[in-house]
């Protein structure tokens, strides 16, 4: 606590809160994994798990690399593959949805053809 | 002392909103909780001197992601649907790996994460650089990942158009 008094008069942001906003995103991404049983919002909890790590690659690059160019562009290699794994989850999901009728995952239990 | 503010509104805003997302009732309603995360992560990227990515981020993750996202909640789920839940004892044992995983963390970067990087050199990279670097073969030049994305791509869009199309 004294060291956060003594940041918040130097008005800087330690390293160490980046970490943790990072830290609260990417577990409540894994709770929303465990506990939802939509595929969208399965999909949702894993589009926050990635941005959180998005988040820490960008924050280490900053504050222990500066100068360098490593964590942002993991960050930015994963925002692509980010976008591409969630367009072909959602095909997977709309196709599972016109056989079905259902995108619970509770139903899932045959697979078609 | 303008940066501690934003950051840490930024940061409430995200711990909040990113909670409300996967314990919200309506399925609509955690995608938009996801999309104001996914906005103050761009503002995060802003506060750490790379508008690059900021802009990246709106683009993809805003722009795309979410009219996917809204898209599919659209095409698949009838007005007024509940999310359905797990069972309570599932949710109590997900809640207590959540927590149990967060607590670990914290405990880690707390005690090991040192005490020195309070600052970082707030100067802003160059829009050349980033050009040359993602262009380049040397040495820490990223070429070859950045075509192999563009594979990965591709393979992408002609995946979901064979899964997605009709028979």
Do not use: W
């Not at chain 1, 798990?49 to 820490?56: E, H, P």
């Not at chain 1, 222990?64 to 490593?70: I, M, N």
């Not at chain 2, 930024?10 to 995360?37: C, E, G, H, Q, W």
């Not at chain 2, 040192?114 to 600052?119: I, L, P, Q, S």
Request: glycine fraction near 6%.
């Amino acid at each position: 606590m004294g060291d956060f008094i003594a940041n918040f008069g130097l008005g800087q942001v330690p390293i160490t809160a980046y970490l943790g906003v990072s830290l609260i995103m990417f577990f409540s991404g894994v709770y929303g994994f465990l506990t939802r049983k939509s595929l969208l919002m399965i999909l949702v909890a894993v589009e926050l798990m990635l941005n959180a790590v998005d988040i820490n690659f960008v924050v280490f690059n900053r504050f222990l690399f500066p100068g360098q160019f490593e964590g942002f562009f993991f960050a930015l290699f994963t925002i692509a593959i980010a976008a591409c794994e969630t367009a072909v989850a959602i095909a997977i999901i709309i196709n599972i949805y016109r056989n079905t009728s259902s995108v619970q995952v509770g139903d899932l239990d045959e697979m078609k053809e | 002392m303008a940066n501690q503010i934003i950051f840490y509104v930024l940061a409430t805003i995200i711990a909040t909103f990113s909670i409300l997302a996967v314990t919200s009732n309506k399925i609509i309603r955690s995608a938009l909780y996801l999309l104001f995360v996914l906005l103050s992560t761009a503002g995060l990227y802003l506060l750490l001197n790379y508008p690059y990515l900021f802009g990246v981020q709106i683009a993809v993750y805003a722009g795309g992601v979410m009219v996917l996202f809204i898209f599919a909640i659209f095409l698949t789920n009838k007005p007024g649907d509940k999310v359905e839940k797990e069972q309570p004892i599932r949710r109590i044992v997900a809640a207590i790996t959540a927590i149990t995983g967060v607590a670990l963390c914290a405990h880690i970067i707390y005690y090991n994460v040192t005490k020195a990087f309070t600052t970082f050199i707030a100067e802003e990279e160059k829009i050349q650089n980033i050009g040359h670097t993602l262009m380049g073969t040397e040495k820490y030049q990223y070429l070859l990942p950045f075509e192999v994305i563009s594979i990965l791509l591709l393979a992408c869009i002609v995946g979901s158009i064979m899964i997605a199309r009709k028979r």
